[in-house]
């Protein structure tokens, strides 16, 4: 299974970006897929994950939205009012699990599979 994350660039505070993740070689159509954003010297952070339910960071919540599109195989990132501190390369994630365990979808270490990441840069 391969990840493919596209859409990132560069925006200014308050613009909008819609994150792309494109599924191939298999489905997480019954498991679980993520977002996870990383900026040099900084641990992979959680950004938003879809499976038995949706789940944000709380920085994001009201700004960013998580979805789905199963006929293209797809999971996006709808990103609104950005800041200059969502500058990072944003990572797509998926696991073939459908996590029951709520603290699973916060863990990077819980996914599987990793898209190579895309750089969002928000200029103040």
């Known amino acids: 299974v391969q990840l493919q994350a596209s859409g990132g660039g560069l925006v200014q505070t308050g613009g909008s970006l819609r994150l792309s993740c494109a599924v191939s070689g298999g489905t997480f159509s019954r498991g679980t897929m993520g977002w996870f954003r990383q900026v040099p010297g900084k641990e992979r952070e959680f950004v938003a994950a879809d499976g038995r339910g949706k789940y944000y960071a709380n920085s994001m919540k009201g700004r960013f939205t998580i979805s789905r599109d199963s006929a293209k195989n797809s999971l996006y990132l709808q990103m609104n009012s950005l800041k200059p501190e969502d500058s990072a390369v944003y990572y797509c994630?998926?696991?073939?699990?459908?996590?029951?365990?709520?603290?699973?979808?916060?863990?990077?270490?819980?996914?599987?599979?990793w898209g190579q990441g895309t750089l969002v840069t928000v200029s103040s």
């Open positions: 994630a998926g696991d073939d699990r459908s996590f029951s365990t709520r603290s699973y979808y916060f863990d990077a270490k819980q996914y599987y599979y």
